[in-house]
């Protein structure tokens, strides 16, 4: 399982990294939120954290059951759990329209799946 999910996610991450790099409004937009200078600087300076995400992912797809493979599993569990709970809060302070929920989704399915790896 955690060589599926890694190489899955390596993709998004990856996809994520080049949007973000090089159309942050349209991402922004996608949301319903509006694209100021401000939004544009932190989301191109959030992209590289999605391409490291990305790189490590795909480096350790192979790894086997280790204390550093759960350790990455759990790392990155967090970290999509946490986006996926900003999202959702953000949704209900009426900053972002109902398409963040269905991105919070994707994001909530992929920390359960990269919980789950880490204890295997």
């Given at each position: 399982m955690f060589r599926k999910i890694s190489i899955l996610t390596a993709?998004?991450?990856?996809?994520?990294?080049?949007?973000?790099?090089?159309?942050?409004?349209?991402?922004?937009?996608?949301?319903?939120?509006g694209a100021d200078a401000g939004g544009m600087f932190m989301v191109r300076r959030?992209?590289?954290?999605?391409?490291?995400?990305?790189?490590?992912?795909w480096l350790a797809r192979n790894a086997g059951p280790s204390p550093l493979r759960g350790a990455l599993s759990c790392g990155i569990a967090v970290a999509f759990a946490g986006v996926a709970l900003t999202g959702?809060?953000?949704?209900?302070?009426?900053?972002?329209?109902?398409?963040?929920?269905?991105?919070?989704a994707g994001e909530m399915l992929i920390a359960v799946l990269f919980a789950r790896a880490a204890k295997a």
């Amino acid at each position: 399982m955690f060589r599926k999910i890694s190489i899955l996610t390596a993709l998004i991450c990856a996809v994520l990294f080049a949007l973000l790099l090089l159309s942050p409004a349209s991402y922004v937009g996608t949301y319903g939120v509006g694209a100021d200078a401000g939004g544009m600087f932190m989301v191109r300076r959030a992209s590289p954290m999605f391409l490291g995400f990305a790189v490590m992912l795909w480096l350790a797809r192979n790894a086997g059951p280790s204390p550093l493979r759960g350790a990455l599993s759990c790392g990155i569990a967090v970290a999509f759990a946490g986006v996926a709970l900003t999202g959702m809060f953000e949704y209900l302070r009426g900053v972002a329209s109902a398409a963040i929920l269905i991105a919070a989704a994707g994001e909530m399915l992929i920390a359960v799946l990269f919980a789950r790896a880490a204890k295997a």
